[in-house]
């Protein structure tokens, strides 16, 4: 791939409706910033797009020039991949139309959409599909890698309720992609990442949600955190896929609810989250309350965007990040006490391990329905590497590194691709498991020469 400025790109100019941002153009800088400050890419050009059109033309051109190409959706990608040095960015970041169907009970969703944006559309109808925790995220690539958040025990992962998507692939065709048009193309988007085309439209289902509903934190001291993790492994087991619960570890921040005394120090946290009525909610958590002697509480019933945007203000871009992150079927004791010897020696206060709750809807689709076959994983460790300085990087790096290699005994061997820093083919290949052998047959079929390749790469199949 060439990294030279072709003779065309007076044409592309031209032709592109929406922007293109070179070097020397004002706002370069803040058009090559994403979320991760650890990423500090210069791309060449970067095509900010303004419709259908233009995303053809960008590709087109980068095609026939040779370029390596990166496509941004939210900037959200820990490992960077809405950026690249030398070649394109297609910057999907205006496209955020978002238009509600509510009585087909339908979101159609442009791909610079964030979740905040997708909320924000279906709410005013009373409805959701199931987005992550941080409402910045943006909705392509959160989709794409699979997607999970609150609703996923209620109502499966994001792609479970993906309709169809409006596609245009590598050799600047549009299509769409559905259970009937493009079916493999369809099976593919479906947690295989941004290997196949770039979105230009995503259909999502949506349920009746909220706009009220209960959620919260419970915090508990460091010291019991051992015996909170183990009643919330079994409590979990027989909870209503209505009711979901997720656990932090990490130095308490300043919230106001919190006693002077505990801020700074570690602490677990309950994170609460229940979508039916809020007084059988209300009795259904209270369990939870007597796992310790809590040092804080905040609970209560809110707007669902409300709790959507909850833990934004401890998710800001700008910080230096490094992710590792475990799947898991089951959470033995012995997970737990790595877990606690890491969480005792954080090495910074924004660092933290949360682990997700998946199962309920999310366990019952098949591995082989679609692309994202992690099916087997009911909970979710995320391992936030999260620090300011370049000087903190090697400590911080080096304890997210440590302890995913402690704790991987005890997880499935899976992963979620949304939450890979660059890790090498081989984790790739595990995270898609049996399901890696037919996605890079679909590869082969859509992008044979692999113009989609800042991602976590799936390396087309050779065709007989
Ligand atoms: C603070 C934070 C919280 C998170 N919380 C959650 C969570 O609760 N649940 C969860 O499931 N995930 C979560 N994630 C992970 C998130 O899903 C991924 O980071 C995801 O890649 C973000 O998508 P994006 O569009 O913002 O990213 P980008 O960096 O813009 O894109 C990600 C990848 O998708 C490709 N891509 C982007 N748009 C398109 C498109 N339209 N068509 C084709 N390819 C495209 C890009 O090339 C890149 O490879 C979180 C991430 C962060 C940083």
């Known amino acids: 791939m060439s990294t030279e400025l072709p003779d065309t790109l007076p044409a592309l100019k031209e032709k592109i409706r929406g922007e293109v941002i070179l070097p020397d153009s004002p706002g370069y800088d803040e058009a090559r910033t994403i979320w991760n400050a650890m990423i500090d890419k210069r791309p060449a050009v970067i095509a900010r797009c303004s419709g259908v059109a233009d995303v053809v033309t960008a590709v087109n051109f980068a095609r026939e020039a040779g370029m390596v190409t990166a496509v941004r959706g939210g900037g959200h990608n820990i490992a960077g991949h809405a950026l690249c040095d030398d070649g394109l960015v297609i910057d999907l970041s205006r496209l955020k139309a978002v238009r509600v169907d509510s009585f087909a009970r339908r979101a159609f969703v442009g791909p610079g959409a964030t979740l905040a944006d997708v909320d924000r559309e279906t709410q005013a109808f009373?409805?959701?599909?199931?987005?992550?925790?941080?409402?910045?995220t943006g909705i392509s690539g959160l989709t794409l890698g699979g997607g999970f958040g609150w609703l996923t025990t209620q109502y499966g992962m994001t792609v479970d309720n993906l309709v169809s998507a409006r596609v245009v692939t590598a050799d600047g065709r549009t299509l769409r992609a559905n259970a009937e048009e493009n079916s493999d193309l369809f099976w593919a988007l479906r947690g295989g990442g941004g290997n196949f085309g770039i979105v230009t439209e995503f259909e999502f289902q949506l349920h009746p949600v909220g706009p009220d509903i209960l959620a919260g934190l419970i915090v508990f001291p460091f010291t019991e955190a051992k015996t909170v993790l183990q009643k919330l492994r079994d409590f979990v087991t027989s909870s209503p896929p209505n009711l979901n619960?997720?656990?932090?570890?990490?130095?308490?921040?300043?919230?106001?609810?919190?006693?002077?005394?505990?801020?700074?120090?570690?602490?677990?946290?309950?994170?609460?989250?229940?979508?039916?009525?809020?007084?059988?909610?209300?009795?259904?958590?209270?369990?939870?309350?007597?796992?310790?002697?809590?040092?804080?509480?905040?609970?209560?019933?809110?707007?669902?965007?409300?709790?959507?945007?909850?833990?934004?203000?401890?998710?800001?871009?700008?910080?230096?990040?490094?992710?590792?992150?475990?799947?898991?079927?089951?959470?033995?004791?012995?997970?737990?006490?790595?877990?606690?010897?890491?969480?005792?020696?954080?090495?910074?206060?924004?660092?933290?391990?949360?682990?997700?709750?998946?199962?309920?809807?999310?366990?019952?689709?098949?591995?082989?329905?679609?692309?994202?076959?992690?099916?087997?994983?009911?909970?979710?460790?995320?391992?936030?590497?999260?620090?300011?300085?370049?000087?903190?990087?090697?400590?911080?790096?080096?304890?997210?590194?440590?302890?995913?290699?402690?704790?991987?005994?005890?997880?499935?061997?899976?992963?979620?691709?949304?939450?890979?820093?660059?890790?090498?083919?081989?984790?790739?290949?595990?995270?898609?498991?049996?399901?890696?052998?037919?996605?890079?047959?679909?590869?082969?079929?859509?992008?044979p020469s692999n113009f989609f390749s800042i991602n976590q790469n799936i390396t087309p199949a050779r065709m007989p």
């Open 126 to 136: 009373g409805l959701a599909t199931p987005l992550g925790i941080n409402s910045t």
């Open 245 to 447: 619960v997720w656990t932090v570890l990490r130095k308490a921040p300043p919230l106001p609810f919190l006693p002077g005394e505990v801020h700074g120090r570690e602490i677990i946290v309950l994170a609460i989250f229940y979508s039916g009525n809020p007084e059988e909610g209300k009795k259904l958590i209270a369990p939870l309350r007597t796992f310790g002697n809590p040092v804080g509480e905040h609970i209560g019933v809110q707007p669902y965007t409300t709790w959507q945007q909850a833990f934004d203000p401890l998710l800001t871009p700008g910080a230096r990040n490094y992710w590792k992150s475990h799947n898991f079927s089951e959470l033995p004791d012995e997970v737990f006490d790595v877990v606690l010897d890491y969480a005792g020696r954080l090495p910074s206060p924004h660092c933290e391990i949360f682990i997700g709750r998946l199962g309920g809807a999310a366990a019952h689709v098949p591995p082989d329905a679609m692309a994202y076959g992690n099916r087997d994983a009911n909970f979710v460790m995320n391992v936030h590497g999260r620090w300011e300085t370049p000087e903190e990087d090697a400590a911080c790096i080096g304890w997210a590194r440590d302890f995913f290699h402690a704790s991987a005994k005890y997880a499935t061997g899976g992963v979620y691709v949304n939450f890979m820093t660059n890790d090498g083919v081989d984790r790739i290949s595990s995270a898609y498991g049996s399901n890696y052998t037919r996605l890079a047959q679909i590869k082969a079929k859509y992008d």
